[in-house]
């Protein structure tokens, strides 16, 4: 079955700092891969998806993503932390083409230090 | 441009009784997929709605059932409350035509059950 694992629960970082979030998930071909990230009391926003090409993913608010096929990972990644990036953090995968099933991790959350 | 819109943000309801939550998909989306986010958890797909049909179903029993509305819009329904539904639920956009390759979120409902 597929799944998916956030390792870490929750993390802290000092503002600034960076960061890298893991994500590790299991499926028989290459899946669609996405970051969400959830604030108190929000929905999800978009933070940057993977479907083919570059293994290396932009996104929005400077974070970056790196699909790892031989690890079946996708880690994120921001190289300077701000204090507004404090917030809970999914990933999810779907099969290729069907994106109306997301199978989303249990979520890393973030506390940002200042 | 609305994004995906969803109805009541908030309610309280009693064992036993049944709850209607709606969605209105973002301008120019066609399916709709809702989800289950209990506390601390990732968001646990219940199912797809795509041309008033059910296209996919997550592992969720009967008491969740779902509609979509020749405009679009859908209602999630589950019948005979249990506490364990106490939960935040998530409406998802997307439009079939480009493989649902963007998926929006609504801000969710949030569900207490007494």
């Known amino acids: 079955a597929q799944s998916v694992t956030q390792p870490d629960i929750h993390i802290t970082v000092s503002e600034g700092a960076s960061l890298e979030l893991r994500c590790n998930y299991s499926?028989?071909?290459?899946?669609?891969l996405f970051w969400y990230v959830q604030s108190p009391g929000q929905g999800l926003q978009l933070l940057l998806k993977?479907?083919?090409?570059?293994?290396l993913v932009q996104g929005i608010k400077g974070f970056e993503a790196e699909f790892k096929r031989s690890q079946s990972s996708f880690n994120l990644r921001k190289p300077s932390v701000h204090w507004s990036d404090a917030a809970e953090y999914f990933c999810a995968v779907a099969p290729s083409g069907n994106t109306g099933k997301l199978i989303f991790g249990q979520g890393t959350t973030l506390q940002v230090k200042p | 441009d609305a994004g995906v819109t969803q109805s009541p943000t908030h309610l309280i309801k009693t064992r036993g009784q049944q709850v209607t939550l709606r969605c209105s998909p973002k301008?120019?989306?066609?399916?709709v997929s809702w989800y289950q986010q209990a506390l601390g958890q990732g968001p646990q797909f219940i199912f797809q709605?795509?041309?008033?049909?059910?296209?996919q179903r997550g592992n969720f029993p009967d008491r969740f059932s779902g509609h979509q509305f020749p405009n679009y819009s859908s209602e999630l329904n589950v019948n005979a409350l249990l506490l364990g539904d106490s939960a935040l639920y998530l409406c998802?956009?997307?439009?079939?035509?480009?493989?649902?390759?963007?998926?929006?979120f609504g801000e969710g409902s949030w569900l207490t059950v007494v």
């Open positions: 499926y028989g071909a290459t899946p669609y």
């Open positions: 993977y479907f083919s090409g570059d293994t």
């Open positions: 709605y795509y041309e008033e049909e059910e296209r």
């Open positions: 301008s120019g989306h066609d399916t």
């Open positions: 998802a956009s997307s439009l079939a035509q480009d493989g649902g390759n963007t998926i929006y």
